[in-house]
């Protein structure tokens, strides 16, 4: 019996055997037809490569990035100089972050639009990712330093795979102007000052009428507990109703039922709150709604909305604010207070020019200890502002200073370049912004054109009977005004034109 079994034993080894080898040898035919199937398909590229021809490379800038021409950086630097100096003015001061992040860093942070993340491929070890934004790095970097409280500012280009929309200041490469407030403070008082931050950048950039639209998310949440949402759907409905600036009810409340699969009733619920905006008539409003006030978030938020209004008030924000229910900001950082400014009247197709709000729990995402550090912060969409000051300037026809030289030194005979080179040298010295042409003996006449061309003031006139005399000629290209001046006194007299221009702007 035992050698039976020994023999069944044996002969089941040997039939597993059997399989194994068959197993390899068709893994190893399995690899074989995947290799010849690659071949066959490697030259039929090349052949279709070959039968097309050469192929003509087409220069150009990739979608939804856009090249800068002198005048508009011109234009660009002067926008960035106004809003640094509204930053300041409120005592921020400033950081830079890497403009790549560790993958993990940046996912899980923005919810739907996480999709928009640029990816880098592993080249060195680690999984990377082009900065979304610039709140999210600045929560990772106060996590490292440990920092529980700064006023910064920053300003840097961000990267999102977005659907670009380049005459509405929508690219896929952008700069943004943050700012933002970190810090364990009492209640609204950080959160109106960037309510007047975005006022005061506004006002100094001269873009037109605009509003500053307010709301909560702890109401939002409030709002949809008391229509039925279920929870675990909160943010997938907010990123919706995030959707309304852009888009109608109708194809809102669409997504909604098709998408995110609520019930039509529910849907409906939320478009009769969406749908009000307003003040403190707006919050009196909420406060009589039974319903909404046995939701403990709702109470909390509308407390805070109601003294976020009267710090407004002090700051002379009335007439700017705007209580609106449909204000989402699909991102899912956002914990309290949300706001947003907009353009109203002939920039309304540009959309949102700044927005922001509080995230409390974001720098705890990056602590071990999951340490809390509140925070509350706003954006400016620079690009959005420049195609709205570019089309400005457009349509004005006034052309755009270039460069900040303050005077060209000029020569009215052939063969005094020497003499213009130890004249410029001597501005130079003295700190002014000077320049002179790079040709030996230029034509008086084109110098002064290129005075005029570029938006240069004054213009200094070496020649021989000046030079006699120990005298230079100034003048002053846009009324034509020439006077002699002495050597000695040129720099003088020049600072004292630039000063006397300022004034008279």
Known sequence: MADETRAKILELVKEQGDLVRKLKAAK???????????????????????????????????????DYNPEQMALRLSVLDKIITV??????ETIDTPIFELKEVLTGKYGEDSKLIYDLKDQGGELLALRYDLTVPFARYLAMTKLTNIKRYHIAKVYRRDNPAMTKGRYREFYQCDFDI????????????????????????????????????????????????????????????????KASWEEVRKEMIEEKQLDPVIADKIGVYVSKHGRSDLIKE????????????????????ELLLKYCDIYKLTDKISFELSLARGLDYYTGIIYEAVLIG???????IAGGGRYDNLVGMFDVKKKIVPCVGISLGVERIFSVLEAKIASSGVKTRTTEVDVFVATAQKNLHEERMRLITDLWDAGLNAEQSYKKSPRLLDQLQHCEEYG????????????????????????????????EKLISEIRQWIKNSQKEF
Not at 87 to 92: E, I, L, N, V, Y
């Open 286 to 305: 909420l406060r009589d709604d039974v319903e909404l006030m046995k939701q403990a978030t709702a109470v909390e938020a509308l407390n805070a909305l």
């Open 456 to 487: 240069i003031p004054l213009a200094i006139i070496v020649g021989q009977s000046e030079l006699a005399r120990g005298e230079v000629t100034l003048r002053e290209i846009k009324t034509r005004i020439e006077k002699a001046v002495p050597r």
């Open 346 to 352: 002939d920039n309304v197709e540009v959309g949102s």
């Open 28 to 66: 190893a035919d399995n690899a074989k037809i995947a290799e010849e199937v690659s071949k066959l398909l490697d030259l039929k590229a090349k052949l279709n490569d070959d039968n097309a021809g050469p192929q003509k490379f087409i220069i150009k800038t990739p979608k939804g990035t856009r």
């Open 87 to 92: 930053f300041k003015r409120h005592g921020a």
């Open 182 to 245: 970190a810090g364990q403070y009492d209640l609204m008082l950080p959160d109106s000052e960037c309510l007047r931050v975005i006022a005061e950048a506004l006002n100094a950039l001269d873009l037109g009428s605009y509003k500053i639209k307010i709301n909560h998310r702890r109401l939002l949440d409030g709002i949809f507990a008391t229509c039925g949402v279920p929870q675990d759907k909160f943010r997938g409905i907010c990123s919706a109703v995030d959707k309304l600036d």
